[in-house]
């Protein structure tokens, strides 16, 4: 293929007889190499360096390169952490950067991680490895001259090797797909999408995903927005995979026939007549067709709906600013709205103790209420949606994660369609409290108190909310009306 050129080159090499300066585009994750992976790399070398063939190369893996023209750059779409780490090193054993280095980096993740990265080189860097490493230090080096080509293979190496997460793909994905004639407003899109993004991924949200903390996109996407868009019906409910949260957010996604920093709207119960909205030059705030402006600290009132379609570029990078700021205003203890307040303290008092699954359910179905009614009812809301989920609890021994889907699935309705589809809060409470299966659950509480369990401590953090820890024998028969007499009393 003309338009692909692979060959192998020495790190030296690579930069010195670069055709344009080496660079990193707006879309590329921040510098994350923390001080195993540096002590790591230090050692390997060392080990190099003092073993008993050290004329040999030392292979790092491959490179992939973009060639912009147009821009005159050679563009990292794979090997920035490698090349970063190592332009540090040799910077350290040089006291310069290398010829063509023009990596810039405009997170802050990566400006921590940098420093961090020279103090752990300084720490463990020995004599014996000096600047003559960088002629042996070798890559397989991938150039191409389209940067869509530059991403098939890009896909086409995670998805043989180590994967990156979807959520990666799908911000590359959409960064690219910010495309105007206006060059400089390309950049500056791209680069206020990508800045949010990071800004998203670091947002404390208090969710007990501990594996997952130090991405929140991540959860967002798999846990929430995938599920609340894919289970729909009594059918369609299998959990999320790679590829299906690909398909959803980058397949199915609508090209933009406007410009760049515009996005169409839809007609909802929070947009009647409004049929675009346009992030304004200096992206402090929105335009909703020149009528209305919202501040960027209102991301959350923007006229989306969850299940609504999804415009490629910047449509996709608002979507998901919205319902990530959802979430974490749901979840603000420091609010000073009512609503959230208690809704706040019942979940910490009893939604946090519950099984993942339960509680992911519970935080999905909240988080559709929201976006419909926001948090009007939202307390009487939780209540009697922990009425249903809670049901679940005292019939099961065990909530598995196959536990979630026939909860939907073996309903008259299913409940997120119910909330997507009411008209007032009231539709969405009655449903939850006129459901003769859950009552007959709580009628056949059978839970021995005098045993310690999952069970047992559900029904007394219940018992403790609702004002009657000193009875833990009273049956759960009666939870419906413990709801309906503390909602008469809050008000």
Same mark, same amino acid.
């Given at each position: 293929m003309s338009n692909v050129h692979v060959n192998v080159q020495s790190f030296k090499t690579l930069f010195n007889n670069a055709c344009h300066p080496l660079d990193l585009d707006t879309y590329q994750r921040p510098y994350v190499w923390d001080e195993d992976k540096v002590k790591q790399l230090i050692n390997d070398l060392n080990d190099y360096i003092t073993g008993k063939t050290p004329s040999n190369s030392y292979y790092m893996g491959a490179i992939l390169l973009h060639k912009n023209a147009d821009k005159k750059k050679l563009y990292i779409i794979d090997g920035q952490q490698r090349l970063t780490a190592l332009s540090i090193l040799y910077s350290q054993l040089t006291q310069s950067l290398p010829q063509n280095n023009s990596l810039s980096y405009h997170s802050p993740i990566s400006v921590k991680n940098i420093k961090q990265t020279q103090r752990h080189i300084s720490q463990y860097l020995p004599d014996t490895i000096t600047d003559n490493i960088f002629d042996r230090i070798c890559f397989s080096v991938i150039m191409v001259d389209s940067e869509d080509l530059a991403f098939t293979f890009f896909d086409t190496q995670n998805n043989r090797g180590v994967k990156l997460n979807a959520t990666d793909l799908l911000k590359a994905y959409h960064l690219r797909a910010i495309d105007n004639s206006n060059e400089q407003l390309n950049h500056d899109l791209q680069k206020y999408c990508a800045q949010q993004w990071e800004k998203l991924q670091r947002l404390p949200i208090r969710i007990q995903e501990t594996q997952e903390k130090s991405d929140f996109v991540k959860v967002l996407f798999e846990k929430y927005l995938w599920r609340a868009r894919v289970w729909t019906g009594q059918k369609n409910l299998s959990y999320e995979t790679y590829d299906g949260v690909l398909d959803e957010f980058q397949n199915k996604t609508l090209e933009v026939e406007s410009a760049?920093?515009?996005?169409?709207?839809?007609?909802?119960?929070?947009?009647?007549?409004?049929?675009?909205?346009?992030?304004?030059?200096?992206?402090?705030?929105?335009?909703?067709?020149?009528?209305?402006?919202?501040?960027?600290?209102?991301?959350?009132?923007?006229?989306?709906?969850?299940?609504?379609?999804?415009?490629?570029?910047?449509?996709?990078?608002?979507?998901? /600013? *919205?319902?990530?700021? %959802? +979430? #974490?205003?749901?979840? &603000?203890?420091?609010s000073k709205n009512n609503d959230i307040q208690d809704f706040n303290h019942f979940y910490d008092k009893v939604i946090a103790h519950l099984s993942p699954y339960l509680r992911e359910l519970f935080l999905l179905s909240t988080l559709m209420y929201v976006d419909q009614f926001g948090s009007k009812k939202l307390y009487p809301f939780a209540l009697w949606l922990d009425y249903a989920l809670g049901a679940l609890r005292v019939e099961k021994d065990n909530v598995y994660k196959a536990s979630i889907p026939p909860f939907?699935? /073996? *309903?008259?309705?299913? %409940? +997120? #369609?119910?909330?997507? &589809?009411?008209?007032?809060?009231?539709?969405?409470?009655?449903?939850?409290?006129?459901?003769?299966?859950?009552?007959?659950?709580?009628?056949?509480?059978?839970?021995?108190?005098?045993?310690?369990?999952?069970?047992?401590?559900y029904k007394k953090r219940i018992l403790n909310y609702y004002g009657l820890e000193d009875n833990l024998e009273v049956s759960l028969n009666n939870k419906a009306q413990w709801i309906e007499n503390h909602l008469k009393g809050h008000q």
């Open positions: 760049a920093d515009t996005v169409p709207l839809y007609r909802s119960r929070h947009n009647r007549h409004s049929q675009n909205i346009t992030l304004l030059p200096n992206q402090t705030s929105y335009s909703v067709d020149e009528q209305t402006t919202l501040n960027i600290d209102s991301t959350h009132k923007i006229p989306f709906v969850i299940r609504q379609p999804i415009s490629r570029g910047v449509g996709f990078f608002l979507y998901a /600013d *919205k319902y990530m700021t %959802l +979430l #974490d205003k749901l979840l &603000n203890i420091g939907l699935r /073996d *309903k008259a309705l299913n %409940l +997120l #369609d119910v909330i997507a &589809n009411a008209f007032t809060p009231e539709q969405v409470i009655n449903h939850l409290k006129d459901d003769a299966s859950t009552q007959k659950i709580y009628t056949n509480d059978n839970i021995d108190m005098s045993k310690n369990g999952v069970k047992q401590d």
